[in-house]
Each structure stands twice: as C-alpha cells, then as structure tokens.
C-alpha cells in the first residue's frame, strides 16, 4: 500500500507561509486608534444632530390635527433614507473597547429615528382609518426624550475626542 510523502519540517512552513501570507494580497489596513475612532464617530453624530430638526418637523407634521398633506409622505421618506444611512455609516465605523459602546448607543439613538419616521407616517397615512388610529396619531408631537440623548451623547464624544486630540498633541 502506498504512503503520503511525508514533508520535513523545512519545507513545510514554508508552504504554509506562502498560503498565509499569499504574494500580491493586500493586507487591511490597520485599525484607526482611540482618538480617530472618536473623531469619526463624532463627525457622524454632528449630521444625525443636524437631521433631527427637519426630522421633528415631518415628525410633529404628522401629528397635527385634521386632514395630513401630501407633501409630508415625501419628506417623511427623505428623512426616514438619511437616517437609515447614517445607521449604515454607524455600523461600519471600526470601534474597540469604550468606542464600540459609545457607537452602539449612538446606533440605538439612530433606529428610533428610523422607527419614529416610519411609525409616524404609518399613523398619518394609513389606508383603513379609525378613531384609535388617529387618537394616537394626533398624540404625536416630536421626537421626544431620545432626540435630547442624542445631542448629549454628541456632546461627550466631541469633549472626549477633543480631549484625546489635545494629550495626544501634548498641549
């Protein structure tokens, strides 16, 4: 009965070396440290910030007594998109120890967003009308407490990346 070769030691790293590390693979690039973590991660809040007044805006317009425009399916829409990006742009920014809590509270913030849009125009466009349905639509008012948490949470990733920017110039 025929054996398998067997491979000495030598050449058998190697092989296993050239099919680790295969010539013309690029490798990825490194991970961004803490502060450029920040920074990013705080550069994405700052739009989310910026996107929340229109958003409350479509938002409360959904709950205002009497018949609901047009008009506001489309901007609900529009920002219900601009949300659902920034969550994707939040998913992907590369995050480690304390950061990736921060990005993950950030992302929760994010989906209610999302949620709150959807819902809203749920509410106000809905194709079987009843009072329960707009009993509860004309409750509506805005984004409420988690839009604050938001703009607190931008705030201390900013002061933190700040922080971190300026031990690490030294200043």
């Known amino acids: 009965m025929p054996t398998a070769p067997v491979l000495r030691r030598s050449v058998l790293l190697p092989r ?5 590390h295969w010539p013309g693979r690029r490798r990825p690039p490194p991970r961004p440290d803490r502060t450029a973590q920040l920074t990013r991660l705080a550069d994405v809040l700052a739009e989310a910030v910026a ?3 229109p958003t ?5 317009g959904c709950g205002e007594p009497g018949p609901v ?3 506001l399916a489309r901007a609900t829409g529009l920002q219900a998109v601009r949300w659902s990006r920034l969550a994707t742009r939040l998913r992907d920014l590369p995050a480690d120890g304390d950061v990736a ?5 950030a992302l929760r913030l994010v989906l209610y967003h999302e949620w709150m849009l959807r819902h ?3 509410l106000a466009f809905t194709s079987h009308p009843d009072a329960r349905t707009e009993q509860a639509r004309i409750r509506i008012n805005g984004l409420g407490a988690p839009a604050d948490r938001l ?3 931008y705030l201390l990733v900013r002061a933190e990346s700040d922080r971190t920017r300026r031990e690490r110039s030294g200043s």
């Open 16 to 20: 296993l070396a050239r099919v680790v």
């Open 51 to 53: 996107e929340q007044v």
């Open 56 to 60: 409350d805006l479509v938002v409360a």
């Open 69 to 71: 425009p047009g008009t």
């Open 101 to 105: 809590g921060l990005r993950e509270h």
């Open 120 to 122: 809203s125009a749920d």
């Open 151 to 153: 703009r607190e949470l």
